[in-house]
């Protein structure tokens, strides 16, 4: 449904997004995580045809954003990282006039109007003035807007920023709801716990460049997603924990032991293959092992393993 291939962008001398190439499959939620400066707002804007890219491609539904970018904005619906909306007019008004824009014919604008307001529930608040809504209802306002127009696909550029945490939740349970109905959703955020609950698959960026990529799944149980420095195991043993941490601690390739709830998780600067030389390196010191291994991770934990913090 969506690829990039070789994409590159450069602002004079600054390099925004370097040899980027990721797919996202129809029908899925792709969050796209990384740090502030990162690329991921030049990447969604190449995507919505308002960059052009300077090296490479995107393609989607099959269709170029260089070489038919009309196209394109009929395919998508793109919500910046701004709420920008026309103060002064009510929710119902503000909509219709979107579908205006877009040659809806009258006719069908009421009926087109009233099921957005539906999916969006928005229905109760129609009469309401815009520059009356809270943060979290013109968010819900602008994706209203953004659907105005039946894309297939949405662009949506930190759309969580700045919501409470009830509006946060009201935002997940909307974005499920409209991948049911079919869209392909793009995302961007840093709350990637939250991005790890509804997206089927992920890309890290980081300086303009993709560290990993792929189905959550894949990347949480597959190192191969990612450049993996180390790994996080956990360890279960008969007794107090204290004499085990203290052996732990006096082995090279050990970092950052934990005690939690007489559970030791602890890093071992070593591929998965080192664990068995580990275990018996452990039961040769008489530590009374019940068990060894490697701990569950999140995509916190891909996203500090895989970036290094630098923010271009």
């Known amino acids: 449904m969506i690829e990039l291939q070789h994409v590159c962008k450069t602002f004079r001398q600054f390099r925004a997004v370097w040899d980027l190439s990721f797919r996202c499959e129809s029908g899925d939620i792709f969050g796209f995580v990384g740090p502030n400066g990162a690329g991921k707002t030049t990447t969604m804007r190449m995507m919505a045809t308002l960059l052009d890219p300077d090296y490479g491609d995107i393609t989607i539904d099959g269709v170029s954003v260089l070489d038919e ?27 219709e006039f979107f579908a205006a824009a877009y040659r809806i014919a009258p006719d069908r604008r009421k009926k087109l109007v009233d099921e957005i307001m539906e999916i969006t529930d928005l229905t109760s608040v129609e009469k309401k003035d815009v520059s009356t809504l809270s943060k979290g209802m013109r968010q819900r306002l602008c994706l209203a807007k953004t659907l105005v127009h039946d894309p297939k696909v949405l662009i949506l550029d930190e759309p969580a920023a700045g919501l409470d945490p009830r509006a946060r939740i009201e935002l997940r349970l909307l974005l499920k709801e409209l991948q049911k109905l079919g869209k392909t959703i793009i995302i961007s955020s840093h709350i990637l716990t939250e991005l790890s609950d509804i997206c089927t698959s992920v890309g890290i960026i980081e300086r303009g460049i993709m560290l990993a990529a ?39 390739d050990i970092g950052g032991c934990e005690i939690d709830r007489g559970l030791i998780t602890f890093t071992f600067m070593q591929p998965i293959e080192s664990n068995p030389g580990l275990l018996r390196e452990l039961l040769n010191r008489n530590v009374p092992v019940v068990t060894l291994a490697p701990a569950t991770q999140n995509l916190e934990d891909i996203f500090l393993n895989v970036t290094k913090g630098i923010i271009a």
Do not use: C, N, W
Request: aromatic share 8%; glycine share 10%.
């Open 69 to 95: 970018p009309e196209e394109i904005r009929r395919i998508i619906g793109y919500m910046p990282d701004y709420i920008g909306v026309y103060e002064g007019v009510e929710i119902r008004e503000y909509l």
């Open 214 to 252: 792929g189905k959550i799944e894949d990347i949480l149980t597959d190192r191969s997603g990612g450049p993996a420095k180390q790994q996080k195991l956990f360890l279960k043993v008969l007794g107090s924990p204290d004499s085990a941490v203290a052996v732990l601690r006096s082995l090279p």
